[in-house]
């Protein structure tokens, strides 16, 4: 395949606080259902608990995964990647003879769920070793071709909250110059009490259910879930008589660098990942027929995200969905994209939830209804912590 080609969808799966299927999250989205309450799985000692967006139900309530004592994380990913192949019109153990790469973007990945170790281990105790033998297995691409004893490349990419973007994007490049045969793309992520209360600290976290874009934003709130991407090349599209559902049309990765934590002011890394998508899929602005952006509903991000929007795709309808399933950090961008496939599907695009009032500093202001659209490319933008930005192109046709 040439550098820039079109990299077919074949398959989709997605879990989140929203539904544990890609049905149930767009019935959500487009009902306009939000479900963050206080966590469940973990006690905090704030007076006032934030709100998060907790997956309740076992990901894996009718699989029964070869190793059982798997992290969060995994169970997760490896659900969604169920559904992704049975999507696709595959069965787990129907991929004998084809080159099947696994990519998967994180950042929690069940390293920071081990705190009752460690205080024993402080406290002089002795305490059982397979906490930590689950967290040394736990790297979630890894688990997911063991598991389904793929024979591709293996990688987990950690780039803070845009790992499932940018896990897609180099997993359609493995496609492109004939590394592999297909690739399970996306991200997992789990809540944790350290991460909850760290971004607590930071003051980043709103108290009340998040509000992207909107005028009176406090921040963020945390959530989970996976989603995969299963890509194919065009070869085996034919042989396994499977379906394009959509394409992955151009991919961008910058950085600028500007802070730990805030993005630049001046937007630069994600203007350079966008002309780059851009340039890739040889789409250009007037092409786009939404934007489903990163929207954490920060001071900083929508600020900058919002100039970068009105600069470069000011005619294109935008929203956040992290109103529906909070922030999955390095599981957001993977859930992203595959809504953004299912809006470009469906033809319509749901209400930015939390969204009361226009914000005059931003110019621009996300949809409040469900919309109708017309055209069938969208791009699917994620900003990380460490001035990390990473922009889809999804479109349904080869383009």
């Not at 076992?58 to 969060?72: A, G």
């Not at 621009?364 to 930005?389: K, M």
Request: proline share 5%.
């Amino acid at each position: 395949m040439r550098k820039n080609a079109p990299v077919a969808i074949t398959g989709i799966g997605c879990l989140s606080a929203a539904g544990m299927s890609m049905k149930e999250n767009m019935a959500s989205l487009y009902t306009g259902k939000r479900r963050a309450a206080p966590p469940v799985r973990f006690s905090s000692g704030h007076p006032a608990p934030y709100p998060v967006f907790e997956v309740l139900d076992d990901p894996l309530s009718e699989y029964s995964p070869q190793h059982i004592d798997i992290s969060r994380t995994c169970r997760l990913g490896i659900a969604a990647a169920l559904e992704a192949l049975r999507d696709a019109g595959l069965d787990p153990g129907q991929t004998t003879g084809l080159k099947v790469g696994v990519c998967m973007g994180t950042t929690v990945g069940s390293a920071m769920n081990n705190e009752e170790f460690y205080r024993d281990y402080r406290n002089g105790m002795h305490p059982d070793m397979k906490i930590i033998e689950r967290f040394l297995a736990g790297n979630p691409a890894s688990v997911i071709a063991r598991e389904f004893r793929l024979n591709g490349p293996c990688q987990t990419v950690v780039n803070a909250c845009s790992s499932g973007t940018d896990a897609i994007g180099v997993g359609a490049s493995w496609i492109r110059s004939g590394i592999c045969d297909m690739v399970i793309a996306g991200g997992a992520d789990e809540l944790c009490r350290v991460t909850y209360n760290g971004f607590i600290s930071l003051m980043i976290a709103d108290s009340s259910p998040c509000r992207p874009f909107d005028r009176d934003r406090k921040g963020l709130n945390l959530g989970e879930g996976a989603a995969v991407l299963i890509l194919a090349a065009d070869r085996v599209i034919k042989e396994e008589k499977m379906k394009a559902r959509a394409f992955v049309l151009g991919y961008g990765s910058a950085s600028d660098g500007y802070h730990l934590t805030a993005p630049s002011p001046e937007g630069k890394g994600l203007r350079n990942a966008m002309t780059d998508a851009l340039m890739e899929s040889g789409k250009a602005a007037g092409d786009i027929a939404f934007i489903n952006a990163h929207g954490t509903a920060t001071r900083d991000n929508d600020r900058t995200e919002a100039m970068v929007l009105r600069e470069m795709l000011h005619e294109a309808p935008f929203f956040s969905t992290k109103g529906y399933t909070g922030h999955a950090l390095g599981a957001a961008g993977a859930i992203e994209a595959a809504f953004t496939v299912a809006c470009l599907e469906s033809g319509m695009i749901p209400a930015n939830a939390g969204f009361i009032s226009p914000d005059p500093e931003l110019g621009i202001s996300p949809v409040v209804e469900n919309t109708r659209i017309s055209q069938g490319v969208a791009i699917s933008d994620s900003l990380a912590f460490g001035g990390h930005n990473a922009v889809l192109v999804l479109g349904l046709d080869r383009g």
